[in-house]
């Protein structure tokens, strides 16, 4: 296993080959990757936080990728960086992405001032993998100002991905049935922006209806924002029209919020939120690694499946077994 330095020294340089495999060693489940990878991450840390974060989601069909093509082309064009995190769905026997985001992304994976990492989703809530918010930092260090994440599908558990960014975009399109319906209230609660995509063509007057519809959807709602109102924009991903307003939108969130001092706050609330999820998560596999529940386990599924057992009593019989481990002193 290279050295730690190695990653450190190659993401802080730029180096493309480097920055792919400090990724995949993030992504390793082993024990000895994850704990280079928290040496690496720490290291890391001082130079990141100075990119704009972005979320991007939307209804099948809404053309995700071609408008983080286009999108991310134009802003390399205006001199930025941009990475973009593409969260596939997850084989269900390989666990490997699906999609496969570089071959729908064709024109900006070549793009020497991009970089597209796709990831499989392995089940994880709302679509985005487990180690994103980790990837997101190292990118930054590598000196990517914009960092995309696309995540998949639109559903109340979307709204995942709206807690490690700064700003959040839904993409729509007009025309295919009853809009509103298309999705969750939760994670219109949570958008700074509605694009509805593919107003081109003959499909720009549906666009224009589809954008007043959402318009009065989102003044029903309840926002927690006191210095936002998400608006809702046309654009057309295939046309190239459209995309520099979005990026305005961005800008402007993005000084509103840094004028009122909400922009760090929101940081420092998703990190601590990110450390109470790393604390469940790590309890879960600490709990379910113990020997003494891996060998009880099965038979308490039995029972609970058989219906001799109740899964409440079943849940406290195990955390029992666990209590009395750690009252004799041995480690768990």
């Not at 308490?300 to 849940?315: E, H, M, W, Y």
């Amino acid at each position: 296993m290279k050295e730690a330095q190695y990653y450190i020294d190659g993401v802080l340089n730029q180096n493309r080959l480097v920055l792919a495999r400090t990724i995949t060693l993030i992504e390793s489940s082993l024990p000895a990757h994850q704990e280079m990878a928290r040496v690496v991450i720490d290291r890391l840390l001082p130079y990141t936080g100075k990119s704009n974060r972005i979320g991007i989601t939307g209804v099948p069909g809404a053309g995700k990728s071609t408008f983080i093509e286009g999108f991310g082309t134009m802003l390399t064009e205006r001199g930025h960086r941009v990475a973009v995190l593409a969260i596939d769905p997850s084989s269900s026997r390989s666990g490997g992405s699906i999609l496969g985001d570089k071959t729908r992304m064709e024109k900006l994976a070549v793009n020497d001032r991009a970089f597209i990492r796709p990831t499989p989703s392995q089940g994880t809530l709302g679509g985005v993998a487990r180690k994103t918010r980790e990837s997101m930092l190292v990118c930054e260090a590598a000196g990517y100002d914009v960092i995309i994440v696309e995540t998949v599908g639109v559903g109340q558990s979307e709204t995942t991905v709206a807690s490690m960014v700064d700003f959040f975009l839904i993409l729509m399109i007009a025309g295919a049935g009853d809009e509103l319906q298309g999705i969750k209230k939760g994670v219109l609660e949570v958008a700074d922006a509605i694009v509805i995509n593919k107003a081109d063509g003959d499909n720009i007057l549906r666009a224009q209806m589809a954008q007043k519809d959402y318009q009065t959807a989102l003044h029903l709602l309840m926002r927690f924002d006191p210095v936002w109102s998400p608006p809702v924009l046309t654009c057309s991903s295939l046309e190239m029209t459209g995309l520099e307003g979005i990026w305005q939108t961005i800008a402007d969130h993005r000084a509103a919020h840094t004028a009122a001092d909400l922009l760090e706050a929101k940081r420092r609330e998703q990190s601590l939120d990110w450390m109470d999820f790393l604390l469940d998560e790590g309890l879960r596999q600490w709990f379910y690694g113990n020997p003494a529940i891996r060998s009880q386990l099965p038979g308490i599924r039995t029972d609970v499946a058989a219906g001799k057992l109740s899964p409440t009593a079943a849940a406290d019989r195990l955390l029992d077994y666990l209590r009395k481990i750690n009252g004799t002193g041995t480690k768990a």
